[in-house]
């Protein structure tokens, strides 16, 4: 079965960008813009990782975090922050985000760390 | 590739595009803007409309977390601005960095296509095994971003920018001129980046520079102005000690003034307040002659005018803090010096002897006579006077006494010198 990766940011172009890489690493990859786009797509696309936007309008991450990890607390959600939200992160690991990464992204780690993330879910 | 093969491709492709004329546009434009990412983007936006690519992509040094992050970025495979970053470590990085290594190329620059070459190469594979899985790695990232040419801008020694370009549309290999244009244009845009972070952290340590001068220059002046507050009332301290004379540094400035202004005396800006500091502050070395001297009825012995005496240099000791106020010191060390060199401290002659100090001796002197002193009643105007024109060129500077005696003379006439005021 496909690993299957979600991909949440407000900028449209940073989602198109991440999708094309990681479905050139035979990803199935979503999309979405918000954090109310997120939770949907949460429920019908049925990710393994989700990449969240820490900030965003119409629900920022941290809520859309929240209602992830409480309805399905199975997926591994990755907080992605800039240097001007880090002080979020601490909320966020508290809200049980799995991980976290700043802006701008080296390729090599996200990749590494999506494929970590799967990894430890088959290992349940 | 021989040397034919290039100058006639190099022939060919210049025909089509005029790099000189486009370098000059961008030597043009770097001059005009001041800000580096506007060049950036001019530059990037300039290669994506030129040269047809799939992607044109900026990199450029960032000193302060040593990375390079993704700036600028033109085509369909761009990378969103601020997204990416290659640390220092980064296979790619570390292929360009310090130290410069000839790459197997002898160029500056990486074309996916030669990459593959070389990499079959077995000579190169057993060789360079490292190298060989380096070069690997930078493979790697190039295919993943589908970059087909990088081109490393340098500074000095320093790895400023990156330029990574996708393929073309046309699906046609880049030329060597091609090539070699992007390297300028890589290597300007790295003047750029550089010579504005210079500017940069020049403009900022001057403005801090100047804030800490002002700063220090005020902290100075405060202290000054306390410290000159402190001997002026060491000065009036002084005046206490002998009642009779109360006032007399007061009227010994205004005259003194008036006296310069005569003369004709620069007083603009600092010059008046040394002088008026001066003035007021000439006894202040009494401050150290023992009371039972200073307010003697009878004559002094020998040994109790010498201790007299010294309260000029005891005046000028307390002044040498007051930098702003040198001149001062050297005013009131040198205010009982006499016109032929028959004073002291120093025996001091004629214009040896600073002018306001030949000031300061005339005023204080016709004060000294006319005022009322614990030894005798004060003498008359008249009486001052004359005392001052028969000493002139001995004791006196004779214009100096001239110029008073005008200013006494004028004053009286004006009503404005009241005669028993000045003998309290």
């Known amino acids: ?124 | 590739m021989t040397n034919l093969t290039r100058t006639n491709r190099q022939k060919k492709t210049e025909q089509k595009f005029d790099y000189q004329e486009a370098l000059r546009d961008v030597a043009r434009s770097m001059v005009r803007l001041k800000r580096p990412d506007r060049l950036l983007k001019l530059i990037t936006r300039f290669i994506d409309r030129q040269f047809g690519l799939h992607h044109t992509s900026l990199l450029v040094h960032e000193p302060s977390k040593n990375r390079y992050v993704f700036v600028n970025s033109k085509g369909a495979r761009r990378v969103p601005a601020g997204l990416l970053k290659f640390d220092s470590d980064h296979p790619l990085i570390r292929w360009f960095a310090l130290p410069r290594r000839k790459t197997p190329f002898q160029e500056d620059y990486l074309l996916l296509t030669d990459i593959k070459k070389t990499l079959n190469k077995a000579h190169f594979r057993l060789a360079a095994d490292s190298r060989a899985s380096e070069l690997v790695k930078v493979q790697k990232t190039m295919e993943v971003l589908r970059v087909e040419l990088v081109i490393p801008g340098y500074f000095k020694n320093d790895l400023v920018g990156i330029l990574m370009l996708g393929g073309k549309f046309s699906g046609r290999f880049f030329t060597s001129s091609e090539i070699l244009f992007f390297q300028t244009l890589a290597h300007d845009c790295s003047m750029a980046i550089k010579t504005a972070e210079y500017n940069q952290s020049l403009l900022e340590k001057n403005r801090e520079l100047e804030n800490r001068l002002q700063e220090i220059e005020k902290l100075r002046h405060k202290e000054q102005r306390t410290y000159y507050e402190i001997i002026r009332s060491l000065a009036e301290e002084v005046e206490a000690k002998e009642p009779t004379v109360f006032g007399h540094v007061s009227q010994v400035e205004k005259l003194g003034m008036m006296t310069a202004r005569e003369l004709g005396i620069d007083l603009s800006g600092q010059h008046k307040d040394i002088l008026s500091a001066a003035l007021m502050l000439h006894d202040v070395g009494k401050i150290g002659v023992p009371d039972h001297i200073l307010m003697k009825p009878g004559s002094l012995t020998p040994e109790e005018w010498e201790v007299m005496k010294s309260h000029v240099e005891k005046g000028a000791k307390i002044l040498e803090p007051l930098s702003d106020f040198r001149k001062v010191k050297e005013i009131i060390l040198s205010h009982h010096e006499r016109f032929d060199g028959t004073g002291y401290p120093r025996g001091l002659k004629g214009e040896d002897i600073l002018i306001e100090a030949r000031i300061v001796s005339v005023v204080d002197s016709f004060h000294a006579i006319v005022s009322n002193r614990c030894y005798r009643e004060g003498r008359s105007i008249d009486f001052a006077l004359q005392e001052l024109e028969h000493c002139a060129g001995t004791q006196f500077d004779p214009q100096v006494v001239e110029a008073f005696i005008r200013v006494i003379r004028r004053e009286i006439a004006k009503g404005r010198i009241d005669v028993t005021a000045l003998q309290h």
Do not use: W
């Open chain 1, 1 to 124: 079965m496909k690993k299957k990766l979600l991909l949440v940011d407000d900028e449209v172009e940073i989602c198109e960008f991440l999708k094309s890489f990681f479905e050139d690493r035979d990803y199935q990859v979503a999309t979405a813009h918000s954090g109310v786009q997120a939770v949907e797509q949460v429920e019908s696309f049925r990710p393994d990782v989700v990449l969240l936007d820490i900030q965003m309008p119409e629900m920022d991450g941290l809520s859309a975090l929240r209602e992830i990890k409480e309805k399905y607390p199975r997926v591994k959600v990755i907080m992605v922050t800039a240097v001007e939200t880090q002080d979020r992160i601490e909320a966020a690991m508290r809200l049980g985000a799995d991980n976290y990464i700043t802006k701008p992204l080296s390729l090599e780690y996200l990749e590494k760390d999506v494929q970590e993330k799967i990894e430890s879910l088959a290992g349940i």
